[in-house]
């Protein structure tokens, strides 16, 4: 009996990309040594797919875009760049290249891990705006570590 060669070829559905990405990044934000939040609600009403704090203060946001579809109906990435020190884009693995701007940082995710592809400029906020961030990111943080179950 021959031998076959067994091709599977995995496809996943939108919301199943953006889920991995979004772990993606945040989990390679951690191995950047960042603490990530995911979904944060910011000061100009826009949501942040991730946004991590840095050892030292600075923050982080990336925008999360499960295919070429969603980065062309979605314009509001723009309005991220006021409450952070850095912005990046996150992509599944095969996002084609040309597509994305050149000025955001790009990470590349899946839902194990990350790589930076282009770091991200530095832009660093305002002190007074670095504050208020800083103080709404960890009330964030407390107040969701309420609504999950402990571990023990």
Do not use: H
Not at 38 to 45: A, D, F, I, K, Q
Not at 55 to 70: F, L, M, N, T, W
Not at 85 to 98: E, I, K, S, T
Request: net charge neutral; glycine share 12%.
């Amino acid at each position: 009996m021959a031998a076959t060669t067994l091709q599977i070829d995995l496809v996943f559905s939108r919301p199943q990309t953006t889920l991995a990405v979004t772990r993606g990044a945040a989990r390679l934000m951690v191995d950047l040594g960042y603490a990530p939040l995911l979904e944060v609600g910011l000061p100009n009403g826009r949501r942040a797919d991730v946004m991590a704090l840095g050892p030292r203060g600075d923050i982080v946001i990336c925008e999360v875009k499960s295919g070429v579809e969603d980065y062309r109906v979605d314009r509001k990435w723009g309005e991220y760049g006021p409450f952070c020190d850095a912005f990046y884009f996150a992509v599944a693995p095969g996002f084609p290249d040309g597509i994305l701007p050149d000025e955001p940082g790009l990470i590349v995710a899946d839902g194990f891990g990350g790589a930076v592809v282009r770091e991200a400029p530095a832009t660093p906020l305002a002190p007074a705006r670095r504050k208020a961030l800083l103080v709404a990111f960890a009330r964030l943080g407390a107040m969701r570590t309420l609504r999950e179950p402990s571990a023990g």
